[in-house]
């Protein structure tokens, strides 16, 4: 189990490495640099500003001052953001980007179980046809089709809700709404074909011949089993619904790390991107690690391959 | 279940506490998008200037409607030469902590902005200062700047050549001052809303990137106002910020899709407000590529361009034709006009395919375009409808687009044949047709150099009169704009929505609408 765990942790460093190093040369390669507008800069000035932002010295040694910060956890000063360090954009936004994906992702495990269970304890029934209908409809659209419609009906049209940017409850609504609604679907679906495979399962004639309720099956005999294909989705969902919020922080005007990830982009901020690209490689590929070992100390099998 | 149902009723109370009230007293504006910074040397975006007009005040400064009036000066005087400025300030200037501001706050804060580890990028806006230049690029030390203080109260500028608009280049943030006591002490973190002091009408009270920038009222400063409290949020789309304008969340917005003017027009005409900015949007030549630098062909081209079909017809959101480099709206000066408007469109066409014949171009060998454009919808339109004026004369061209960071790069690399382009700003000559001059840099796109044009900009700066320099600036534009070196196009419309509760706005061409002015009805 160590050498696993080693191996495991290993190759998840490396990685690590290596999207950091294709991120920082792909974010230079692209046309444009950090100071170019509309606005005229004269020599003494963009000598001045590139001395300010290390930008005078040559690329490997750009690079390697980089890991060395990164190392030391500092991710620099953004070069658009002046009056912030990337590391404290990414302690103001990476809250709002956690809790919108945090309340996603428990509104689609949640309905979709929910849904699922409903729609598999009686397969074939007219409930299980609509809902499954639905769900159809939930896979199909895409968040950036679903969110500005909310906006237009929720939040113009009836008034009922902001449209966006961040404050008090209400903001926190239709965000997450939007962005669990395919994962919603998803899960329902899952759990809708374990739910019935189980259902043919000899031990659940066992269980109602030692004479328990149906509620009592559903709980003890068929959701924990019914239920391990919807586990072992959580791990990549988790990621895409942290990741995935980048379009919904855009369409709502949410300040969380999406946002500035975009808006990085477009400045050619190149510390606030790798900011961001290090922060969301580190926490896909912790979830991928934290899966892996969870997955190795059910199933021996796994840790004993080399 | 039930712990479940406990979890998330504690979660609800917990936000219903959390949410901050909406208070009736803060102001919510729409900005364009998050300010890059709030020190007023760094700054490099109008969206910043727009905060930071609140935050600071410069010697001179805007009022309600746009005019240069006085500002942290209560006057000023200019010698004969024009090249020494004595400001007298106003008395009882204090900074929002209470301490009293002096000129030599204002030597400072220039002396900071010059120098070459500041980085401004906008550094050159007091260029106009003696030494100024020399002293950013590190040749001279700051004391060298020409700005002095003779005491608490005056401050003496000198400067390089006559400059008569220094009242307005000093009205911009590059000018205003910043606190040397609070920055000697706390560094760049200054611009941390927990230490914030500045001089303005209001101070920063939080900064949320990418949420809101809120300034809450300085009570130092020299001048009653109404509104307590002002939070701006960045918009950066123009569909989100009429949808939440049209929520209520908004008091007002900065821009609204142009599609949606005529229903504007219709369903909320009271909250509708057009201004005219000073801005030209033009077509540039390269002049140095081939076949552009034959004037003929330029000419040719842009005869048969017709800028009012395009704003009337095609646009449709309000813009202005403009028929000369300098925007038409600039104060006392008469701008020089395309010198082929007095055609009618028949001889127009004639002469644009004569034009082309001579420089040898016809249906046999028709001449061949690469047009360049910033992405965007109405630019789009905005270029397949010259791209069909082109086609009319046998001109063939292609589109290429590019986000806007790409574009101008490619721009002053001279990676192009034609492209457009935009100016927008100052509210005198020279500040549109300096980008024509052949020592200009990167900025003058497409390279264009004349030396008649040249000796008359040159002659024009050295003149400290404006009506003798004005008169200097249009034979300059008249040579010019005879050769085409561009093809002057439009002046842009901003449009705004705004609550019809606010009082105290007033449109105007420099888009600059001060909170300290505003009120509620």
Known sequence: MARFLLTRTLSTL???????????????????????????????????????????KSLPQQYIDYLGMLGRGDLGPSFRQKDFSVNELVATGLPVSLTIGGLALFIAITLGITVGLKAGLAPGSRSDMLLMGVTNVGIAMPTIIVAPL??????????WLPTGGLGGFTHYILPPIALALPFTAAIARLTRGSVVETLSEPHLTTARAKGLTERMIIRRHILPIALLPVVSYLGPAAAALLTGSVVIEQVFELPGIGRYFVQGALNRDYTLVMGVVVVYAALILLFNLLVDLAYARMDPRIRLQP | MYILSRVVFSLVCWWLLASPLQSAETIHLGNPGEPETLDPHRYNLRLEETILTDLFLGLTTFNARGQIVPGAAAAWTTSSDGLTWTFTLRNGLKWSDGKTLTAHDFVYAFRRLLAPETAASLAYFMYPLKN?????????????????????????????????????????????????HLIDRVGDAWVKPKNWVSNGAYRLEDWQPQSHVTLVKNDYFFEPVEIERVSYHPLANEQSAY???????????????????????????????????????YLVFNTTVVPFEDTRVRQALALVV????????????????????????????????????????????????????????????????????????????????????????????????????????????????????????????????????????????????????DALMHAARQKANVKVRNVLLRKAEAVGIAEYPVIPLYSVMIRRLVDPAITGWHENSRDTHPVRFLGWR
């Open chain 2, 132 to 180: 100024a230049e020399a002293v950013n690029s590190g040749k001279l030390p700051s004391e060298e700047l020409g700005a002095r203080a003779l005491d608490d109260h005056t401050l003496l500028l000198s400067l390089e050549a006559p400059y008569p608009h220094l009242p307005e280049r000093l009205l911009y943030p590059t000018g205003y001052p910043v606190p040397k």
């Open chain 1, 14 to 56: 490396f990685t690590f490495w290596l999207i950091v190093t294709v991120v920082f040369f792909l974010m230079r390669l692209a046309p444009g640099g950090p100071f170019d507008g509309e606005r005229r800069l004269p020599p003494e000035v963009e000598t001045n500003l590139r001395a300010a932002y290390n930008l005078d």
């Open chain 1, 150 to 159: 909310f906006i237009l009906i929720f939040g113009v049209a009836l008034g």
């Open chain 2, 243 to 281: 949808n939440r304008y049209r929520a209520r969340e908004i008091h007002a917005i900065s821009s609204f899709p142009s599609g949606e003017l005529d229903r504007v027009r219709k369903d909320f005409a009271s909250h509708l407000r057009l201004s005219p900015l000073l801005s030209i949007v």
């Open chain 2, 306 to 453: 017709d800028a009012d079909l395009i704003t009337v017809k095609v646009q449709r959101s309000g813009n202005v034709a403009n028929g000369s480099f300098v925007p038409a709206n600039v104060v006392d000066y008469t701008p020089a006009v395309m010198p082929h408007l007095n055609l009618n469109r028949g001889e127009r066409r004639e002469t644009a395919l004569r034009l082309l014949r001579e420089a040898g171009y016809g249906p046999d060998n028709p001449l061949r375009v690469t047009m360049r454009y910033v992405s965007g919808t109405e630019a789009k339109k905005t270029q397949l409808a010259i791209a069909s004026f082109w086609k009319n004369i046998g001109v063939e061209t292609q589109l290429h687009h590019a986000e806007l960071k790409v574009h101008f790069a490619d721009l002053r690399q001279g990676d192009f044949q034609v492209a457009q382009a935009g100016w927008f700003g100052e509210n005198n000559a020279e500040h549109y047709l300096g980008l024509l001059v052949s020592d200009t840099g990167n900025v003058n796109y497409g390279r264009y150099a004349n030396p008649e044009y």
